[in-house]
Nanobody
Framework: QVQLVESGGGLVQAGGSLRLSCVAS????????MGWYRQAPGKQRELVAH???????NYVDSVKGRFTISRDNAKNTVYLQMNSLKPEDTAVYYC?????????????WGQGTQVTVSS
């Protein structure tokens, strides 16, 4: 079992920056692929950034060049640095941890943190 706790959301003006943090507990953090997802009102949850246990990183096109995902395995923490924020980045941001087991997938979510970007 993995517990994920996000923090760092808030209200910011367009062009501003925020840094989200997600602290994991309960299992071996380094074994998990970590991701940040977001869900805006009336829209489906989408993957924003992904950092695999093997070190691969990918981003959704809309945030490339503006957002940076990083992880500190010693602190069991994954970060999302968000720069040049736009109103369309407004959403609830969720941390995700996933690992493939022998016969199943282990998939965990945080409670979410609200990011609001004003124009």
């Amino acid at each position: 079992q993995v517990q994920l706790v996000e923090s760092g959301g808030g209200l910011v003006q367009a062009g501003g920056s925020l840094r989200l943090s997600c602290v994991a507990s309960g299992s071996i953090f380094s074994n998990y692929d970590m991701g940040w997802y977001r869900q805006a009102p009336g829209k489906q949850r989408e993957l924003v950034a992904h950092f695999t246990s093997g070190g691969s990183i990918n981003y959704v096109d809309s945030v490339k060049g503006r957002f940076t995902i990083s992880r500190d395995n010693a602190k069991n923490t994954v970060y999302l640095q968000m720069n040049s924020l736009k109103p369309e980045d407004t959403a609830v941001y969720y941390c995700n941890a996933v690992r493939r087991g022998i016969s199943t997938w282990y998939n965990y979510w945080g409670q979410g943190t609200q990011v609001t970007v004003s124009s």
